[in-house]
């Protein structure tokens, strides 16, 4: 974590002063790119299940849909 130091004292890069209780500094928006992306893989999945089987399983999908990004893209690299 980048610290810079002052004559007030050692703070963090979210401005809190460093003690166990505030070094969490969560700005929201990884959660609400997560959130647009699981509502697009929800509506893809869903919108192209052909069974409510299949739907349950697109719904799994939309849940865990940045491990198939990860995947479509190292095979797309040949990694």
Request: net charge positive.
């Amino acid at each position: 974590m980048e610290t810079e130091t002052s004559e007030q004292g050692t703070k963090d890069w979210c401005g809190f002063k460093s003690t166990m209780k505030q070094r969490v500094c969560c700005h929201g928006s990884g959660g609400a790119l997560y959130g647009l992306g699981f509502l697009g893989a929800l509506v893809y999945y869903l919108t192209t299940a052909t069974s409510l089987l299949a739907g349950f399983l697109g719904f799994l999908k939309a849940l865990v849909w940045p491990a198939f990004l990860v995947y479509g893209v190292l095979k797309f690299l040949g990694m």
